[in-house]
């Protein structure tokens, strides 16, 4: 085989390397404006666990294969500590869906007034997450 014919097919297999390994990157796709109102149907009546955790700020991301992440910067408004559960999550799909976050398995202790973010993952989905509340910030 020619030398000039199989280093184009070399440069083209090592893109096809390169491009499959970027599907895994996660990717800014907006910073979540705070109180933005949506008004899809909950037949479900889907929501957070009740607590006393703000939202106080939402980065969401995803990745090409529709992984669905945010980091989330939330506040204890409680008078003493308190855990932190996945449980008081919920993000908003833009299909009208609602979900708990998959990771986030174990509590989190936060003191009373401490602020703390976190990345948590919602999985796979083929629609993006409009928003991600607690019950303090209710959808």
Not at 43 to 59: G, I
């Amino acid at each position: 085989m020619n030398k000039y014919l199989l280093l184009p097919c070399v440069v083209l297999l090592g893109a096809g390397f390169s491009v499959n390994a970027n599907n895994h990157v996660l990717s800014v796709d907006q910073v979540a404006l705070q109180g933005m109102q949506f008004a899809f149907e909950n037949d479900a009546q889907s929501k957070p666990k009740n607590s006393d955790f703000t939202l106080l700020n939402t980065v969401l991301m995803s990745s090409e294969q529709g992984k669905r992440v945010a980091v989330v910067t939330v506040r204890n408004d409680a008078s003493g500590s308190r855990i932190l559960e996945g449980s008081h999550f919920m993000a908003l799909f833009a299909d009208g869906q609602r979900k708990t976050p998959l990771s986030m398995t174990q509590g989190v202790k936060l003191a009373r007034g401490e602020r703390r973010s976190f990345t948590v993952s919602f999985g796979e989905a083929d629609y993006p997450i409009l928003s991600v509340f607690t019950s303090n910030n209710v959808e």
